[in-house]
């Protein structure tokens, strides 16, 4: 199949009848063409279907009004991140052009810098940083960070209350009489999962249930650690009657972990997950889950990244509420 050959500034001056001159004024708004001829010319683009190129804008103005959203791959986290930023860019003269590295995890340390440096002052004016791992970036960048691995840093940064979230979520289990609640920890080096981890012991600690460490486990914030090390658990002579998972897909591994044993949600096994992505609602039984307000954290950086460019002051650091989305996967201890 031959592809269709982008169409160029001289297309539209050969179509409209004029210079490509003439054609690049009516681009760029600039002074010596009549009404008409700029109404015609528009009108040719339109039909044409005309798009300047980024870099060759960028040339010109040393501005591309595109703000990137840079994610190291996209998953449930980072596409609610995107709804929110998506929606807040409407309006604003700005586009949005989302970027990922294609893959996650710890190999990809130091993938910010690299992005960074292949899209700056070129496709994008500035950046919103989703779970970076760095947060030094090239000086004169406009760049906020959202959920960093180290937790609020010197960037403008964006999180929510993971320390209130997971101790509200273990004392939902423990109102519910759970005692042997078992903790599903995400990587230890992203600071989300050791404030969730603190909120689990903090609240334990407050019930004064002293928390068995056998319990307490760690994986990728992925489904297949998390249910190899509930099936280990559930497996012991004294396994644990709740879990709360510090990502909903870790709860959702969880699901299926006792789905394998054989045990019924919440009849004999309790389970609370973190963030509320859309599906947390569509499992059976439905999640309960701890709602970080994704959206709008995306919705946030965006206004956040814009007045950095405006020059405007904006917080150094923004901490949104959790709160705990009650449904069907928790039940008393039997």
């Known amino acids: 199949m031959t592809m269709a050959r982008r169409v160029t500034i001289a297309d539209v001056a050969r179509v409209a009848g004029v210079s490509t001159a003439t054609v690049s004024k009516v681009i760029n708004d600039r002074y010596g063409v009549a009404a008409a001829t700029g109404a015609h010319v528009r009108g040719v683009i339109e039909d044409l ?7 060759a804008r960028s040339l010109r103005s040393l501005r591309t009004n595109v703000l990137g959203i840079l994610v190291a791959d996209f998953e449930p986290f980072s596409t609610e991140l995107l709804k929110g930023a998506s929606r807040a860019v409407h309006d604003t003269g700005y586009e949005l052009l989302a970027y990922s590295v ?5 190999e990809t340390a130091g993938w910010e810098r690299r992005s960074l440096s292949q899209l700056h002052g070129t496709l994008i004016d500035g950046a919103i940083l989703c779970t970076p791992t760095i947060v030094e970036v090239p000086a004169g960048v406009a760049v906020v960070a959202v959920d960093p691995h180290t937790g609020p840093t010197a960037l403008p940064t964006v999180d929510s209350d993971s320390f209130g979230g997971a101790r509200a979520a273990t004392e939902h289990l423990l109102g ?52 190899g090390a509930v099936a280990e658990m559930l497996a ?57 307000p994704i959206q709008q954290m995306g919705e946030r950086a965006l206004t956040m990244l814009i007045d950095l460019l405006a020059g405007r002051q904006t917080e150094a650091h923004v901490r949104l509420p959790t709160r705990l989305v009650e449904r069907g996967s928790c039940g008393p201890v039997r």
């Open 49 to 55: 279907g005309y798009v300047s190129s980024l870099g």
């Open 102 to 106: 294609g893959r996650a995890g710890q």
């Open 176 to 227: 519910l009489g759970h005692r042997r609640i078992a903790f599903i920890g995400g990587r230890d080096d992203l600071n989300s999962s050791r404030e969730r981890e603190r909120g689990y012991r903090a609240a334990m600690q407050g019930a004064g249930v002293e928390v068995d460490d056998a319990l307490v486990r760690f994986g990728d914030y992925t489904g297949e650690p998390a249910a």
């Open 236 to 292: 012991e002579q004294n396994p644990p009657s709740a879990v709360f998972a510090a990502n909903d897909l870790s709860a959702m591994g969880v699901l299926a972990a006792a789905a394998e044993a054989g045990l019924r949600v919440p009849e004999d096994l309790s389970i609370v997950g973190f963030d509320n992505i859309p599906e947390s609602a569509l499992t059976t039984p439905a999640l309960t889950t701890v709602e970080q």
